[in-house]
Nanobody
Framework: VQLQASGGGLVQAGGSLRLSCAAS????????MAWFRQAPGKEREFVAA????????YYADSVKGRFTISRDNARNTVYLQMNSLKPEDTAVYYC???????????????????WGQGTLVTVSS
């Protein structure tokens, strides 16, 4: 599975961006899909995850109520809608996929099998 993240850019605080993660090589309709982010000098952290059916979503407390993860299995694509962006959301955002059932370990980067290359989101104050 190859994952290609896109949609990052520069936005003012309070603005919105939508990230996309297009999968190729294999359908990811049965995979757990997630977004992580990594700010300079910090560890990669969990942002959001989505079950294969799209009916179960999981969010980090820091983004809950502002970010929405969704998927379009027909397009083999996962999205992250980011609203009310804050300067502390500035990071490289990565999409990830795992052919497993969601568990408590799904918050950890090591649990995922496939990773995209990352897209930079910069939020100015």
């Amino acid at each position: 599975v190859q994952l290609q993240a896109s949609g990052g850019g520069l936005v003012q605080a309070g603005g919105s961006l939508r990230l996309s993660c297009a999968a190729s090589g294999r359908t990811v309709s049965s995979y757990i899909m997630a977004w992580f982010r990594q700010a300079p000098g910090k560890e990669r952290e969990f942002v959001a995850a989505l079950s294969w059916s799209g009916t179960s979503t999981y969010y980090a407390d820091s983004v809950k109520g502002r970010f929405t993860i969704s998927r379009d299995n027909a397009r083999n694509t996962v999205y992250l809608q980011m609203n009310s962006l804050k300067p502390e959301d500035t990071a490289v955002y990565y999409c990830a996929a795992a052919a497993k059932y969601y568990s408590g370990s799904s918050y950890y980067p090591s649990w995922y099998d496939y990773w995209g290359q990352g897209t930079l989101v910069t939020v100015s104050s």
